[in-house]
């Protein structure tokens, strides 16, 4: 499974300017927590936030909540390609610009 650092490097989003990324992840964001899988996700991030805290304290939260949140944004990311696939298939890309 490929990983994705960010919004940037998921195929769907790849080609078009840093902006429009941004907005068509915002608007892929609502029908992707739809899915059990992805709250599934989240919750996980929260349990291991407070597992982390109660074994190392803040360090431990830290710790574990950066593994609890690649996690959800694996999954959110999994979940939101196909919504990306129909978004971007619907949005017309502008023909290159010419160089002078």
Known sequence: MKVYWKIGDIPELQGIPPAEQRELWRRAQGPTHRQWQVWLA?????????IGSFLGGMLGAGLFGAIGGLIYGQVASHW??????EMRAQTPTPPPAEET
């Open 42 to 50: 989240m919750a996980t991030l929260g349990a291991l936030v407070v």
């Open 80 to 85: 939101a390609r196909p919504h990306l696939r």
